[in-house]
């Protein structure tokens, strides 16, 4: 997450940049949230942008409801735990960068399901298992 508190009761920022995360009333629509890219027209979520943001943790169950999501880059983190299932219930999803992270374990059976997804990067994580039309690092 973003934050959290000390034993002394002290909030302590982990993220590098957090501009809007941290203060949730302050922009209800998220255009000023750093990393945060809205569509003019369906003012979805189209992109996350956190790559070397400090981001430790696992992705939250919640992210599939992010359906206008186009660009998920989340490369060089801390973040842990399997491949985010989330990610399936993305439908527009075309790039996906989860390298330098620390997820491991199989990677879905059915990623090809992104019909839209053409860049897949994750190296350097501990994934295995190849998925049919997607490789590490490789376009689709």
């Given amino acids: ?25 302050s922009d209800p629509f998220l255009t000023s949230w750093f990393g945060v ?3 003019d027209i369906t003012m979805q979520v189209k992109s996350l942008l956190l790559s070397n943001n400090g981001l430790h943790g696992t992705l939250p169950p919640t992210l599939h409801k992010l359906h206008g999501l186009t660009t998920l880059t989340l490369n060089r983190n801390g973040l842990e ?9 993305c439908p527009a999803l075309r790039s996906l960068d989860l390298h330098g992270n620390k997820f491991q374990g199989d990677l879905p059976e059915n990623l090809s399901q992104l019909k839209m997804l053409s860049f897949v990067y994750i190296q350097q994580n501990n994934f295995w298992g190849e998925q049919s039309g997607f490789h590490e690092g490789k376009n689709k």
């Fill in 1 to 25: 997450g973003g934050a959290f508190v000390n034993e002394d009761g002290i909030e302590l920022n982990l993220w590098k940049r957090f501009r809007g995360w941290i203060h949730f009333d």
């Fill in 81 to 89: 735990g399997e491949f985010p299932e989330a990610i399936l219930g």
């Fill in 37 to 39: 890219k809205i569509d």
